[in-house]
């Protein structure tokens, strides 16, 4: 069983930053691609980007070259550095785990269908 556990987030002006961190338990977390999600008040929940364990990413085109994805597998803890956060950054942010071993091998990386565990989310909100 993996718990995944939220934490960082807050209200900023946009240009602003903050750094999301999930805390991982389950010893094999690590070994599986990890991402942050993130679902806006009447929208669907949509991927922003994902990590394996290598470090190899991918990122969602609308955070590309502002957000940074990282993890560290000894504290067996997830980042997302949110860098430039415009209005329509908020929502509510999710980690998740549980995809295949390599971003390579999974059909859509960025699709909520490919993962397993999630966490209880935490709140972004910028204002303009």
């Known amino acids: 069983q993996v718990q995944l556990v939220e934490s960082g987030g807050g209200s900023v002006q946009a240009g602003g930053s903050l750094r999301l961190s999930c805390a991982a338990s389950g010893s094999t977390a690590s070994d599986y691609v990890m991402g942050w999600f993130r679902q806006a008040p009447g929208k669907e929940r949509e991927g922003v980007a994902v990590?394996?364990?290598?470090?190899?990413?991918r990122y969602a085109d609308s955070v590309k070259g502002r957000f940074t994805i990282s993890k560290d597998n000894a504290k067996n803890t997830l980042y997302l550095q949110m860098n430039s956060l415009k209005p329509e950054d908020t929502a509510m942010y999710y980690c998740?785990?549980?995809?295949?071993?390599?971003?390579?091998?999974?059909?859509?990386?960025?699709?909520?269908?490919?993962?397993?565990?999630w966490g209880q989310g935490t709140q972004v909100t910028v204002s303009s």
């Open positions: 998740a785990a549980g995809g295949g071993l390599t971003i390579a091998a999974m059909y859509a990386p960025l699709d909520i269908h490919e993962y397993s565990y």
């Open positions: 990590i394996e364990s290598d470090g190899s990413t």
